[in-house]
């Protein structure tokens, strides 16, 4: 599949925001994104404006917030999908078909039951929470993530293992949460942790470097079959170096560090 | 016409940040004796059927969206 070809749904409901930056990362590495709004999904849209899930490649849930963030962060949304086309969503994950979330669309993935994903395509529950800040604040700053995916994650496919990110996070409910005692454990063996806060020399995460208090300074995991990933920090906000804090002060790359997220995942596409 | 009320808390373990900042913030304004603040949500909703159903509707409710099992209890009860 050449890049051009690529076609990325990037899905917005009311109060959604991030779209136009998670599109134009898709843009930015060759592919065709489209901001979608859930009713012309769902045949609530006059006949020209009317889309088919299963014509796209990609779906990308965007970050920020949507429909107010009430009831919990990304829960009207998941609903409204459940509600609308959840069986849509559970073909297009099934079909192997890559789907990213970041941040309230991290968190819209877990309410929608296809992260973490122990058991089948997508649970009819939630099996984790993305829960409020242990700070209990919106946190806001650049954080260090690294790559601990050992290769089944699409997202993280071009990226060097234990390789460093320093990629934006701006949350209020970033704290992944399971009552499961073997939780992390079970995430660890099936290769689901695709990145982990740390400090800026690579040791483990203290706060703020982990600004939310997650389990095992995790930011970011996928399904058990690699294609659903989400993460709370925002790749799509780094795309070219003039976005990273220390970009006049030895930050030598002229790309940005969120680039290589997007870019694996066109990498994946390519070779199919 | 029946009310009922949906009382959504965090479940016992779960970290609650609100509540513990309210109580901070409750101390420092000098009450004294706080053994504990927790936070709480509450929907009330308004239904056109019998209490019984109404409150089997309201527990699908917070199946379907109002609560997360995984942190969150949920009761219902007619008011």
Known sequence: MKPEDVKVCVIRIEGTNCEDEMAGAFEAVGAQAEKVHLKQLIKQAPAGLRRDLEDYDVLAFPGGFSAGDYVRAGAIFAARIKAGMGSEVRRFVEDGKPVLGVCNGFQILVELGLLPAFEGTMSDVPAAALYTNDSGRFECRPTVLRNDSRGKCIFASSIPEKKLLTIPSAHAEGKLLSMDPDFVQKLEDNDQIVFRYVCPDGSPARYPWNPNGSQSDIAGICNPAGNVMGMMPHPERVMTRFTHPDWTRGYISEEGDGRVVFESVMRHLEKR | ?79
């Open chain 2, 1 to 79: 016409m029946t009310v009922i009320e949906i009382r959504i808390e965090l479940k016992k373990g779960v970290a609650d940040p609100e509540g513990k900042n309210t109580r901070k913030t409750l101390e420092s304004l000098g009450f004294e004796g706080i053994a504990d603040v927790r936070s709480v949500k509450l929907f009330e909703v308004e239904l056109d059927m019998p209490a019984d159903d109404a409150l089997k509707a309201g527990e699908e409710m917070c199946r379907k969206l109002l609560a997360n099992p995984v942190i969150q209890n949920y009761r219902v009860t007619v008011r």
